[in-house]
Nanobody, 133 residues
Framework: DVQLQASGGGWVQIGGSLRLSCVAS????????IGWFRQVPGREREGVSC????????YVEDSVQGRFTISRDNVKNTVYLQMDNLKPEDTAVYYC??????????????????????????WGQGTQVAVSS
């Protein structure tokens, strides 16, 4: 059974930190790019950060640049999103997703996946992040 299990959300004060984890099972994790997306009620889901299969390509959305860091551990089948200096506008439900890219022309595919224009193969359940004073 293919699964992505997201965890690590919670409530935090402005300026605080959280680390989200996305644990994969049931598929060959090393062959998939993993992305974090977030959604606020009434708004479209947006890409936050992505990492390719071998940690050679990463994407970080402009509004979280310098505050969020993505990493992966292919031994533990886990992708992490370290979120520092959190702001109220980071409040959202965060989802992880896995995508399988064709070998050719990978860079544009990776960007399309990270920006939500390429459908993931699998979504995990969401984890709520709330930031307030």
């Amino acid at each position: 059974d293919v699964q992505l299990q997201a965890s690590g959300g919670g409530w935090v004060q402005i300026g605080g930190s959280l680390r989200l984890s996305c644990v994969a099972s049931g598929f060959n994790f090393d062959d998939y790019v993993i992305g974090w997306f977030r959604q606020v009620p009434g708004r479209e889901r947006e890409g936050v950060s992505c990492i390719d299969e071998r940690d050679q390509l990463t994407y970080v959305e402009d509004s979280v640049q310098g505050r969020f860091t993505i990493s992966r551990d292919n031994v533990k089948n886990t992708v992490y999103l370290q979120m520092d200096n959190l702001k109220p506008e980071d409040t959202a439900v965060y989802y992880c997703a896995a995508g399988h890219l064709d070998e050719g022309n990978k860079a544009p595919q990776f960007y399309y996946f990270c920006t939500g224009r390429l459908n993931p193969a699998k979504w995990g359940q969401g984890t709520q992040v709330a930031v307030s004073s």
